[in-house]
């Protein structure tokens, strides 16, 4: 490579830097509090796995778009009084020019045992110009928690829905930090493969680009 060729790349190289610098966009967002309730006793429920997901989408067509990895992302339990909280975070970068986080993120699952899965989602319709656009429409509310009450069969139906959700959501890519939760689907799948049923999956991490 002549000199000139080398310097064409290392102009081009701040170039591209630059335009990430000037073009990527801030996100924050404030601390998010949930108190999950029985649905029938109005009881805490203490111990349900809770992952809030702040999902980056691409807006490239060069990787076919959609979710391209995460900006914020927190595993906990709810406490005796069924309560979790995620801490504020940001201001932080989407990345690059052609990556935003998702307008309807927080994205949260709900699971424990026993009971239905939630997932939460902000509207899309909701257009974040506030001081902290990324805020979930779910902070402070009292969330009403619903037991399962049908069969194996049908359960096997929600573990498979909740599995294509928590990849769908955009938490494949940090599966690393979502163990209770990957715990819990591994412990149904063997359950129900114990009863002769199967929810459709295998190994519940998948391996991707951590980007």
């Given at each position: 490579?002549?000199f000139?060729?080398?310097?064409?790349?290392?102009?081009?190289?701040?170039?591209?830097a630059?335009?990430n610098?000037?073009?990527?966009?801030?996100?924050?967002?404030?601390?998010?509090?949930?108190?999950?309730?029985d649905?029938?006793?109005?009881?805490?429920?203490?111990?349900?796995?809770v992952?809030?997901?702040?999902?980056?989408?691409?807006?490239?067509?060069?990787?076919?778009?959609?979710?391209?990895?995460?900006?914020?992302?927190?595993?906990?339990?709810?406490d005796?009084n069924?309560?979790?909280e995620f801490?504020?975070?940001?201001?932080?970068?989407?990345?690059?020019?052609n990556?935003?986080?998702?307008?309807?993120?927080?994205?949260i699952?709900?699971?424990?045992?026993?009971?239905?899965?939630?997932?939460?989602?902000?509207?899309?319709?909701?257009?974040?110009?506030n001081?902290?656009?990324?805020?979930?429409?779910?902070?402070?509310?009292?969330?009403?928690?619903?037991?399962?009450?049908g069969?194996?069969e049908?359960?096997?139906?929600r573990?498979?829905?909740?599995?294509?959700d928590?990849?769908?959501?955009?938490v494949?890519c940090?599966?690393?930090?979502?163990k209770?939760?990957?715990?819990?689907?591994?412990?149904m799948?063997?359950?129900?493969?114990?009863?002769?049923?199967?929810?459709?999956?295998?190994?519940?991490?998948?391996?991707?680009?951590?980007?």
């Amino acid at each position: 490579m002549n000199f000139f060729k080398l310097l064409s790349c290392i102009i081009a190289a701040c170039l591209l830097a630059s335009c990430n610098l000037i073009f990527s966009e801030y996100y924050r967002a404030p601390q998010t509090k949930l108190t999950i309730i029985d649905a029938s006793t109005k009881e805490p429920v203490e111990g349900a796995v809770v992952l809030a997901n702040w999902p980056i989408s691409s807006r490239s067509s060069y990787d076919g778009g959609g979710v391209a990895g995460s900006l914020a992302f927190f595993e906990k339990l709810t406490d005796a009084n069924g309560e979790v909280e995620f801490p504020a975070w940001g201001p932080l970068r989407s990345g690059t020019w052609n990556r935003s986080v998702e307008l309807t993120g927080p994205n949260i699952l709900i699971f424990k045992r026993g009971y239905e899965y939630l997932k939460l989602r902000n509207s899309s319709f909701v257009y974040p110009g506030n001081t902290y656009p990324m805020a979930s429409r779910w902070h402070n509310k009292i969330i009403e928690y619903k037991v399962f009450t049908g069969s194996d069969e049908e359960y096997v139906q929600r573990i498979g829905s909740l599995r294509r959700d928590f990849h769908w959501l955009g938490v494949k890519c940090k599966s690393d930090k979502a163990k209770r939760m990957v715990g819990l689907l591994d412990e149904m799948r063997d359950y129900l493969n114990s009863k002769g049923l199967s929810p459709g999956y295998g190994e519940v991490v998948t391996p991707c680009d951590q980007l």
